[in-house]
């Protein structure tokens, strides 16, 4: 019994550090079609916030909590730039976006490289992060927990944006029909940046949220990009719960593989079961009948 609690909370903060990673980019991907391969260095960018963070603020206990809003705001603007700059011209061209943010990410890559160096950096964590605390005879590391309450503040955010605020409206309308919605005198041009920053933003936050588990490093993004589309396509493109329930789902199947095997089989296992399940169903684990983001 021990055995299994442990794997379903290592499962689930597995899921929470996917969903964290996977929201902003299934707020992009559902609103505008762009496949954002740039979605990865802009976590590593908040990462490297975090680590900036740490060498001016001489605080471990208030750096993290100052690197969350700033790790925001530098993967909002980044994200910001990269929609005005080219973005905006390739809409209609899903492919493109494609080749042209994977040109992107490596730009910013090397950017990275020549700023900081390509040794790995270390964000030191914060005294009241260390340890672990007991949940049903289970020891939840502290940092884990963090990263959980983390995500399920972000989800809870983003939802209260769209359900209850002006852009939210605006963005399930240009969403749902956005000719129709310009119409009614939305702007989508205005509401597509808005989207972009916060998608990007949240990126930055997960890239923050990383440098509690490891170093942070010019190719951080690229380990998590995949996995991230990969949540945001079994969820159902554009469907936040399906993204939460694909997150969660994933993290708990790796969890109980690895442990029953090995990790980098388990990993494996998970992606051909991933493959095996969008042959039958495509369109993800919940359909977008209303292509509503809540």
Known sequence: MDALLAQVFTGVSAGAVLLLIALGLTLTFGQMGVINMAHGEFIMAGAYTAYVVSTIVASTELSLLIALPAGFVIGGLLGLALEASVLRWMYARPLDTLLVTYGVGLVLQQVARDIFGAPAKEVPAPGWLDGS????GYDFPLTR?????????????????????????QIRATVGNRDLAETIGISTRRTDQATFF?????????????????STGPNLGTSYIVQAFLVVVVGGIGHLKGTIVAAL??????????????????????????????QLRPQGILSVRTRSLA
């Open 133 to 136: 605390i007991p949940i049903l």
């Open 198 to 214: 916060i998608g990007s933003g949240l990126a930055g936050v997960a890239g923050v949220a990383l440098t509690l588990l490891g």
């Open 249 to 278: 789902g994933i993290g708990l199947l790796q969890a109980f593989l690895a442990h029953a095997l090995t990790g980098s089989v388990a990993q494996v296992i998970v992606f051909l079961a991933i493959v095996a399940f969008l």
């Open 145 to 169: 927990l963090f990263i959980l309450i983390l995500a399920g503040l972000c989800v809870a955010a983003l939802l209260a944006v769209l359900r209850f605020t002006a852009l939210g409206r």
